[in-house]
């Protein structure tokens, strides 16, 4: 069973699947595969099978926290089940793997209703990397009537920019794409910048692609509103009781292949951008304070913090 779920876990450590929501979406509907598969005949051996997939879908990215909450949930709802049938325990995983699922739909939805009414148009609006939250919301702005250009980055190493700027022509956004170290070059021309997040934590910073912070502290520079797209299924609750949030670092060969072997590359996968930088959280609660994403995750998802 171990394979199955193998299979995905490489899928997200290799990037063929990116970005927090679709790395937490193909985690759930990889323990669904598993339990609808099994071969485990108790409850114990089914409970030892799900734990093993957890553990190898969580060391796929350290800095996935959207989808440790949602797996989390999912064992927790077999945990809590009195059911000794295997059957009916997968059954369990199914429909809360469903029901999670509902829920980032929802709060995906709420979240372009939302932040689209920050879009006007006339307005550039520079994103960074590829966020699947973003450009969907982008893409309601369009679908609003508003007229608005995008600039991306190219987002080094993995060039996720690229599928940014492939979305927005794809929907006809009049998209300009530039190098990472242009950013500071083009402010000027942005009205709003619009990144994604993996990570919250209780203090308010967010912990996103490499660069995001340096765009954050230029969008200061230049008195541009920096915004974060975020559902608050990402915030990490392990940072309230004292935890760092860990950030990923990734192989060298994904800097320079061919480097010369005594050079010492760093390749992180994601910074943090202080909340003092951020302008606001567009959530499915609407846009608030980054300071107030503790108060809003206990109101909203109480279970996220036990
Ligand atoms: C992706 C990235 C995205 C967030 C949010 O990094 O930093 O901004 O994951 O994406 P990577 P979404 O390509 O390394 O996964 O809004 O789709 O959850």
């Known amino acids: 069973m171990a394979e199955l779920v193998h299979g995905t876990a490489e899928k997200i ?3 063929e699947v990116q970005g927090a929501r679709n790395v937490a979406i193909a985690a759930v509907k990889a323990l669904e595969i598993l339990a609808k598969e099994t071969k485990a005949k108790k409850r114990a051996e089914f409970m030892k099978e799900l734990s093993v997939a957890k553990e ?4 796929s990215r350290e800095t996935e926290p959207l989808m440790r909450n949602a797996v989390r949930w999912i064992l927790n709802q077999v945990e809590d089940s ?7 325990l997968a059954r369990v995983v199914s ?6 699922q509902k829920i980032f739909e929802n709060a995906k939805e709420r979240i372009a209703e939302i932040g689209a009414k920050r879009i006007y148009s006339g307005a550039t609006i520079l994103t960074h990397c590829h966020s699947s939250t973003v450009t969907y919301m982008l893409n ?8 608005f250009r995008v600039i991306c980055t190219e987002t080094r190493p993995a060039f996720q920019g690229r599928l940014t700027a492939k979305e927005m022509l794809s929907l006809g956004i009049k998209t300009t794409f530039i190098v990472d170290s242009a950013a500071r070059s083009f402010m000027h021309e942005v009205d709003l910048v619009m990144v994604g997040a993996d990570a919250l934590t209780s203090e308010g910073s967010v912990i996103n692609k490499i660069g995001t912070g340096t765009i954050a502290l230029l969008a200061q520079e230049t008195r541009k509103p920096f915004y974060v797209v975020s ?5 990490d609750p392990t940072t309230l009781y004292g935890e760092y949030e860990k950030i990923e670092e990734r192989g060298r060969d994904e800097v320079w292949k061919d480097a010369p072997t005594e050079l010492d590359i760093r390749n992180p996968a994601f910074d943090v951008t202080p909340p003092h930088l951020i302008h606001g959280i567009i959530c499915e609660e609407g846009i608030i304070s980054p300071n107030a994403v503790t108060e809003v995750v206990y109101r909203v998802y109480p279970w996220v913090l036990h």
């Open 13 to 15: 450590r290799r990037l």
């Open 56 to 59: 190898l879908l969580f060391a």
């Open 82 to 88: 009195d059911e000794r049938n295997v059957s009916e």
């Open 95 to 100: 429909l809360s793997s469903q029901k999670i």
């Open 140 to 147: 309601k702005a369009l679908k609003d009537g508003k007229k």
């Open 231 to 235: 559902e608050l299924l990402k915030f």
